[in-house]
């Protein structure tokens, strides 16, 4: 059974920095894709960050040199370095993970972890 567990959210102020891990079982992690998406009240689930398998990074334009994710494949855990930030990334951050098979992509989402920015 795949399971992706987020932690590290909370509320915190405006200028914060949080760290989110997601920790993945099931799976073998190191040859996962892995990522981050956020969704805020009546929005879209968007991307905020994404790492490879071979450890290619790519982030939103919206938090770009602020935010940093990385992975430990001995943990299989990916984080998500959380720095400077604002009212706007207030959102429930999902973990993603994904790979191509023979038979197309397959992918796998956590519960998601509230974060909350206070101005």
């Known amino acids: 059974q795949v399971q992706l567990v987020e932690s590290g959210g909370g509320l915190v102020q405006a200028g914060g920095s949080l760290r989110l891990s997601c920790a993945a079982s099931?799976?073998?992690?190191?040859?996962?894709?892995m990522g981050w998406y956020r969704q805020a009240p009546g929005k879209q689930r968007e991307l905020v960050a994404t790492i490879t398998s071979n450890g290619n990074t790519n982030y939103a334009d919206s938090v770009k040199d602020r935010f940093t994710i990385s992975r430990d494949n001995a943990k299989n855990t990916v984080y998500l370095q959380m720095n400077s930030l604002k009212p706007e990334d207030t959102a429930v951050y999902y973990c993603?993970?994904?790979?191509?098979?023979?038979?197309?992509?397959?992918?796998?989402w956590g519960q998601g972890t509230q974060v909350t920015v206070s101005s």
């Open positions: 099931g799976i073998m992690f190191s040859i996962h894709n």
């Open positions: 993603h993970a994904d790979r191509w098979t023979a038979w197309g992509n397959v992918d796998y």
